[in-house]
T-cell receptor
Framework: AQSVTQPDIHITVSEGASLELRCNYS??????LFWYVQSPGQGLQLLLK??????LVQGIKGFEAEFKRSQSSFNLRKPSVHWSDAAEYFC??????????FGAGTRLTVKP | DSGVTQTPKHLITATGQRVTLRCSPR?????VYWYQQSLDQGLQFLIQ???????AKGNILERFSAQQFPDLHSELNLSSLELGDSALYFC?????????????FGQGTRLTVV
């Protein structure tokens, strides 16, 4: 079965600094990969997704992610973090039976 | 606002009881998913319905059941509740429900079992 590992439980960055959130997946076939963001008290919102093609995917709110098959990774990046980006971020991998598996999440704190 | 509506927002009940969580998907979405989010288990896929039929099943306990009605709203029934069932339950919906389809999440129902 597919699985996702987000190695960082909590990350703190300064406003304006760059951000990279790590995601490693395990899946036998070509994965369908997603990044979601969850703000406090809210549901999850899709930031971006990768199915095939260009390995660098652009998403909403200035986020991008790069799929690296050789490293089984799908890291999320943003060049300049805003205070409003403070939230919990989930990486997910989808499989044939629609059983989307989520990572444990990375909580992002943004320092002023 | 994702367009997915979940009720109630909060629910407090006692062990052994039964509760029903309700989800109204986005207009036009045929597929509904249920997820459980707890501190120790993270975000777990429970079950998916597509146009009234069960399509996929994840880590759903036998004490839990769900259905999707002809008007496409869905209910998640939790019975014989235990303290460990306390969690945030999310519903999500998508147009089709095939692999990789973008799912839109509701704001969740926070269940507290005391």
């Amino acid at each position: 079965a597919q699985s996702v590992t987000q190695p960082d439980i909590h990350i703190t960055v300064s406003e304006g600094a760059s951000l990279e959130l790590r995601c490693n997946y395990s899946y036998g076939a070509t994965p369908y990969l997603f990044w979601y963001v969850q703000s406090p008290g809210q549901g999850l919102q899709l930031l971006l997704k990768y199915f095939s093609g260009d390995t660098l995917v652009q998403g909403i709110k200035g986020f991008e992610a790069e799929f690296k098959r050789s490293q089984s990774s799908f890291n999320l990046r943003k060049p300049s973090v805003h205070w409003s980006d403070a939230a919990e971020y989930f990486c997910a991998v989808g499989a044939e039976n629609n059983d989307m598996r989520f990572g444990a999440g990375t909580r992002l704190t943004v320092k002023p | 606002d994702s367009g997915v509506t979940q009720t109630p927002k909060h629910l407090i009940t006692a062990t052994g009881q039964r509760v029903t969580l309700r989800c109204s998907p986005r207009s036009g979405d045929l597929s509904v998913y249920w997820y459980q989010q707890s501190l120790d288990q993270g975000l777990q896929f429970l079950i998916q319905y597509y146009n009234g039929e069960e399509r996929a099943k994840g880590n759903i306990l036998e004490r839990f059941s769900a259905q999707q009605f002809p008007d496409l709203h869905s209910e998640l029934n939790l019975s014989s509740l235990e303290l460990g069932d306390s969690a945030l339950y999310f519903c999500a919906s998508s147009v089709e429900g095939g692999i990789g389809t973008e799912a839109f999440f509701g704001q969740g129902t926070r269940l507290t079992v005391v």
